[in-house]
């Protein structure tokens, strides 16, 4: 994902274009999968290690920029460092690398070179827990929808927050969405929310927008139906310290679809189909803006 929000906002149209692998996006989401039994992780998973105490033996050796794709092409210098691409090669040889080649030969070790600061987020280890509550869906006519299943008792704050926004479906359900990630301190620092089962929904928030199931494109690798799997909460953005400034990045939530088969097809990485929310300030403000120059 592109950190400028100016990009995120052009990417809305070409997301309305509701099909997967689109090139002009600028949000994507690629899986890559191991099988259950693999040279890198064991088969069953480690009990009571955290962090680099359950590393695995052998690692596959990723570009000495971005930290992330597999680095393929070694620098034809040093033979040390490895990169993704010529690009992040030069940017690695413009930033520091010129000087650590350059060293005398020996002394020179890529394997520990750490990745470049600022290119990527943070990183951090997430704790997965149970949600307390299970709501109504916010898509409903009614704001009384919006109740705690199994219990007859509405609450009258949440109620009252919904009428003020009964004229407009996508308020209605922004005011149902805060609600449902609000309810427990916990739920306030959810970052992501995840459901492996087959027929699950996400959290929307906003009507507009909200795909049916019949919106949802199918797999550009083996043509079967994309489920829903998980997505990202705005908590997210207050944990990379994404500053309230101009251009600063921003999402009501980030949902993703991958192949309900979980498709091989000998590629390393495989790109699903991902859908961005924004919440109705921000999608007021674009259209503000924008229709001067569509005018």
Same mark, same amino acid.
């Given at each position: 994902m592109c950190p400028s929000m100016s990009c995120l906002l !052009?990417?809305?149209?070409?997301?309305? &274009?509701?099909?997967?692998?689109?090139? !002009? !996006?600028?949000? &994507?989401?690629?899986?890559?999968?191991?099988? &259950?039994?693999? $040279?890198?992780? $064991?088969?069953e998973e480690p009990k009571g290690c955290i962090g680099t105490e359950c590393e695995a033996g052998l690692h596959a050796r990723l570009c000495d920029w971005c930290g992330t794709w597999k680095g393929e092409k070694l620098c034809s210098r040093c033979r040390k460092a490895s990169y993704c691409s010529k690009k992040h090669q030069e940017l690695h040889w413009c930033a520091s690398h010129k000087n650590d080649c350059c060293q005398i030969p020996g002394s020179f070790d890529g394997s520990i070179l750490p990745v470049m600061a600022g290119v990527g987020w943070p990183e951090f280890m997430m704790v997965d827990d149970e949600e307390t509550y299970c709501f109504a869906s916010c898509g409903g006519n009614s704001s009384k929808q919006l109740v705690v299943q199994g219990q007859s008792k509405t609450d009258d704050i949440t109620l009252s927050l919904m009428d003020q926004f009964e004229a407009d479906d996508d308020n209605r359900c922004w005011a149902s969405f805060l609600d449902r990630i609000s309810r427990n301190p916990r739920d306030r620092q959810q970052v992501l929310r995840y459901c492996g089962e087959e027929n699950a929904k996400p959290l929307w928030a906003v009507s507009s927008g909200s795909l049916r199931s019949a919106d949802i494109p199918s797999c550009i690798y083996c043509n079967g139906p994309l489920r829903y799997e998980f997505q990202v909460m705005p908590q997210l953005l207050h944990y990379f310290h994404v500053e309230n400034e101009r251009d600063s990045l921003d999402w009501a939530t980030i949902v993703v679809y991958t192949c309900q088969e979980s498709c091989d097809k000998n590629i390393s990485y495989k790109e699903e189909f991902v859908c961005v929310q924004l919440s109705p300030d921000t999608k007021g403000t674009y259209r503000t803006t924008s229709s001067p120059a569509g005018s």
């Amino acid at each position: 994902m592109c950190p400028s929000m100016s990009c995120l906002l !052009r990417d809305q149209h070409e997301q309305g &274009k509701g099909w997967a692998g689109n090139p !002009r !996006r600028s949000v &994507k989401v690629f899986r890559c999968q191991l099988p &259950k039994n693999n $040279p890198f992780y $064991p088969v069953e998973e480690p009990k009571g290690c955290i962090g680099t105490e359950c590393e695995a033996g052998l690692h596959a050796r990723l570009c000495d920029w971005c930290g992330t794709w597999k680095g393929e092409k070694l620098c034809s210098r040093c033979r040390k460092a490895s990169y993704c691409s010529k690009k992040h090669q030069e940017l690695h040889w413009c930033a520091s690398h010129k000087n650590d080649c350059c060293q005398i030969p020996g002394s020179f070790d890529g394997s520990i070179l750490p990745v470049m600061a600022g290119v990527g987020w943070p990183e951090f280890m997430m704790v997965d827990d149970e949600e307390t509550y299970c709501f109504a869906s916010c898509g409903g006519n009614s704001s009384k929808q919006l109740v705690v299943q199994g219990q007859s008792k509405t609450d009258d704050i949440t109620l009252s927050l919904m009428d003020q926004f009964e004229a407009d479906d996508d308020n209605r359900c922004w005011a149902s969405f805060l609600d449902r990630i609000s309810r427990n301190p916990r739920d306030r620092q959810q970052v992501l929310r995840y459901c492996g089962e087959e027929n699950a929904k996400p959290l929307w928030a906003v009507s507009s927008g909200s795909l049916r199931s019949a919106d949802i494109p199918s797999c550009i690798y083996c043509n079967g139906p994309l489920r829903y799997e998980f997505q990202v909460m705005p908590q997210l953005l207050h944990y990379f310290h994404v500053e309230n400034e101009r251009d600063s990045l921003d999402w009501a939530t980030i949902v993703v679809y991958t192949c309900q088969e979980s498709c091989d097809k000998n590629i390393s990485y495989k790109e699903e189909f991902v859908c961005v929310q924004l919440s109705p300030d921000t999608k007021g403000t674009y259209r503000t803006t924008s229709s001067p120059a569509g005018s």
